[in-house]
């Protein structure tokens, strides 16, 4: 038998510094039959189970190797393409036999289901223009404006069963779909293999196959050929944070706490009820960087978003006193947490081109988007978490008590360029019983409306890339259900597709617009014009790229009222957006407004402007040419 595995291979594992175990381990189909090899140092049997031997233990055992690595390797010579297998484990702690799942599996059955299949995927990419041009990209001064999916719940065949779309079906309808709202990427919520729908994909068991709900991984692998033929990059949501428990995944997979902390105080996360990586343990630092690896690698994505980065990155996360373990130095930090993520971003980062990695991180831990060589975590982006909280908290009250919290929307601006940040209003916020976004808006109907327009408009003007969950764009009165379809039949009635519309044009300003985007990370990118006005619930400010400006105007309280702004140039500035038009569902019937410059210094500029600011809106002008 010839092994997959040279002696460097082994060194590179044992050192945690292999980044493509997936050439290596799991199982390859190849000239003498399939190759199977298996990490399970704390085995005394191994042997490969599956269609080609009934299931037999007996009929295919692995041999150990003799170099101390704990793989265990052989060839099925009868074994073929589409066959399912699992490994039958006898541990030589509790001599207890074990059926696992292969962690390096490429496919696996459609749950309930969970055995692994034999599979070689052969895909011809469409893709080069895309990815030759990526390899100049800069995602920090460019527009990123995500779309986040639940590939499940996009849309259904209704009239098959409430069946899924295939990874091809949802391309199609998706991409034209994102390509006409002007979306730049999309984010999928998490697509590796996974037991429970209800997880919505953040409870892994195969953390190298694309699950088998929507089609086969040469599917996946058109998915993502057909976003970025549409312009549209691709970002999947990573779950390293933690895993499922279920038997046939990692827990406990040889017998022993391979993939996890043996002390629970470590190895377990008692909010989500699943097991936490053992970050230290070389061999797992391995299979988590060959991973992420993997699908920028194999599936051409262009980006991860890493969840749960808080819970990595303290000991105590979710945790009462008494039921964690500190650090070597006394604290809460995960040091081997801490120096896996930094390993990560400059594997990756050095690997591939143009490519981001965003991290979920709700704390104030420093330097999370700064470079590794600058003490940071070596993340491309961070989501705003606190913009998010203090927004929404500031649109929920009614106009009448919005003066009282002004201060949460103006706070933002004071730490808006310490990371490079993300502002999402993602799924989480129409989850849990918490209320979709226009039901977390006061006021009566047509206010609820107005209040929602007026938060998008202010979401684009603000510094950050942009994230917005599905069925948010045409403002879905119920909470997200990862059972069912979005509510498209919403589309029929003006209000619903009149917020679409703005989202629309948001997009396309954000992208066309240098201001909107090119300093998003810089404080020379914006400037307060009138930051203090809380009885009136205005703001205004600038949004700045070298000689460019976009002015923003914000009314958020339930008035009209008649405005004096100060104005940086002297010229007109003529209206390019505003959120109460009547072509966005709004009731305002001016027509584009026009500021003539005056010589009556104001907001200590030079030249100032009266105008009549519509209740519950935003505007934005630009300078005439």
Request: a positive charge; proline letters at 5%.
């Amino acid at each position: 038998m010839k092994s997959l595995l040279s002696d460097f291979d082994i060194y590179l594992f044992k050192e945690g510094t292999h980044t493509r175990l997936y050439e290596k381990l799991g199982s390859h189909i190849t000239k003498d039959g399939v190759y199977f090899a298996l990490w399970a140092p704390n085995a005394s049997y191994v042997s490969v189970v599956g269609d080609f031997n009934n299931y037999d233990p007996t009929k295919n055992p692995l041999s150990l190797r003799n170099d101390g690595s704990g793989i265990w390797e052989g060839v099925v010579k009868n074994a073929h393409k589409g066959q399912t297998y699992k490994y039958y484990i006898v541990s030589n702690l509790d001599k207890q036999a074990r059926l696992k799942a292969d962690p390096f599996a490429i496919y696996a059955e459609t749950p309930p289901k969970s055995a692994s299949i034999i599979w070689d995927t052969t895909y011809k990419w469409h893709d080069q223009e895309w990815m030759k041009n990526r390899e100049k990209y800069q995602p920090i001064y460019n527009p990123i404006s995500i779309y986040e999916v639940h590939l499940g719940s996009w849309r259904r065949r209704v009239e098959k069963n409430n069946s899924y779309l295939s990874y091809t079906e949802a391309a199609e309808k998706l991409a034209a779909y994102l390509k006409q709202m002007n979306f730049t990427h999309i984010e999928l919520l998490p697509i590796m293999e996974h037991p429970f729908d209800g997880s919505w994909g953040y409870q892994v068991t195969g953390y190298y196959a694309p699950t088998s709900r929507f089609g086969r991984p040469e599917e996946f692998m058109a998915f993502v050929d057909i976003m970025h033929k549409f312009g549209i990059g691709v970002i999947l949501d990573w779950v390293v944070s933690h895993f499922a428990v279920d038997g046939h995944g990692l827990l406990n997979f040889d017998g022993s706490c391979l993939y996890e902390h043996q002390d629970p105080r470590l190895g377990y996360h008692p909010q989500w009820k699943s097991a936490i990586f053992n970050y230290g343990r070389y061999e797992v630092k391995a299979f988590l960087l060959s991973n992420a690896v993997y699908w920028f690698d194999k599936y051409h994505i262009d980006g991860l978003r890493v969840d749960g980065v808080s819970s990595m990155l303290y000991l105590d996360f979710g945790r009462e006193n008494g039921s964690w373990i500190p650090n070597k130095y006394g604290g809460r930090e995960n040091l081997e947490a801490i120096e896996f993520l930094q390993t990560l971003n400059k594997t990756v980062y050095s690997e591939f081109k143009g490519i981001m990695t965003i991290a979920e991180e709700s704390s104030a831990y420093p330097k999370v988007s700064h470079p590794v060589h600058e003490g940071g975590l070596g993340f491309g982006f961070k989501w705003n978490m606190g913009w998010m909280h203090d927004t929404l908290s500031y649109f929920k009250y009614d106009p009448i008590f919005r003066a009282h919290h002004h201060n949460k929307l103006t706070f933002s601006i004071w730490y808006a360029f310490s990371e490079n940040f993300v502002l999402p209003l993602s799924h989480d916020e129409v989850v849990h019983m918490k209320g979709s976004l226009i039901n977390k808006m006061p006021g009566s109907y047509e206010e609820k409306f107005a209040n929602l327009r007026a938060l998008f408009a202010y979401m684009f003007a603000h510094p950050g890339k942009k994230l917005l969950f599905m069925g948010s764009e045409f403002a879905q009165f119920s909470e997200w259900d990862y059972a069912k379809s979005l509510d498209w039949h919403l589309l029929k009635y003006p209000k619903h597709k009149g917020i679409r519309k703005l989202l629309k044009t948001l997009n396309t300003l954000y992208k066309t617009l240098k201001p909107l985007h090119k300093w998003d990370t810089r404080p020379q990118g914006f400037r307060w014009i009138d930051v203090n006005n809380a009885p009136s619930n205005i703001l205004s400010f600038l949004r700045i790229f070298k000689d460019e400006q976009i002015l923003i105007i914000c009314n958020f309280s339930g008035i009209e009222q008649n405005y004096r702004v100060g104005l940086s140039k002297n010229t007109d500035w003529i209206e390019i957006l505003n959120s109460q038009s009547l072509q966005f569902g709004g009731w305002d019937k001016s027509k584009q407004r026009t500021l003539q410059a005056q010589p009556i210094s104001y907001h200590g500029f030079n030249y100032s402007a009266q105008l009549n600011l519509p209740p519950l809106s935003v505007l934005y002008f630009k300078p005439k040419s």
